[in-house]
C-alpha cells in the first residue's frame, strides 16, 4: 500500500506543491502544506528555514518525521529510515484525523 500511496503522489495527482524527501523508497515528496505548521521545528532541528531546506533538496525521511512531530532529530538514534517512510506516509496520507 505504501508504494502505491508515493506512487500516486509521485505520478502527479496532487494539487499542491510540494516538499521534497531526499533519499525515500516510496515517497519523494509531501505537501508543503502539511509540513509548514512545523516550521519552527525544522529550523530548531536544522538551523534552516523550510525555504532553505527545499532549495538543499529538502529532507531525509527520518528528518521530514521529527519534523512533523516536532520532535528534536538526532542523528543516529530512533527509526530507520525505511520505518519513518511508513511513519510518514501513514501520518500524511493515512489519517483523517489529523491536522497540520
Do not use: Y
Request: with cysteine; aromatic share 8%; proline share 5%.
Amino acid at each position: 500500500m505504501a508504494q502505491i500511496v508515493g506512487q500516486a503522489f509521485l505520478a502527479g495527482t496532487h494539487h499542491h506543491p510540494d516538499f521534497a524527501i531526499m533519499g525515500g523508497r516510496w515517497v519523494r515528496a509531501i505537501p508543503w502544506a502539511f509540513i509548514a505548521p512545523h516550521a519552527q521545528q525544522a529550523v530548531v532541528n536544522h538551523a534552516q528555514s523550510l525555504e532553505r531546506l527545499a532549495q538543499r533538496g529538502g529532507l531525509s525521511p527520518r528528518e521530514a518525521l521529527a519534523v512533523i512531530k516536532d520532535c528534536v532529530f538526532e542523528a543516529g538514534h530512533g527509526h530507520r529510515e525505511s520505518e519513518a517512510e511508513v511513519e510518514l506516509i501513514g501520518l500524511v496520507w493515512g489519517r483523517k484525523e489529523h491536522t497540520p
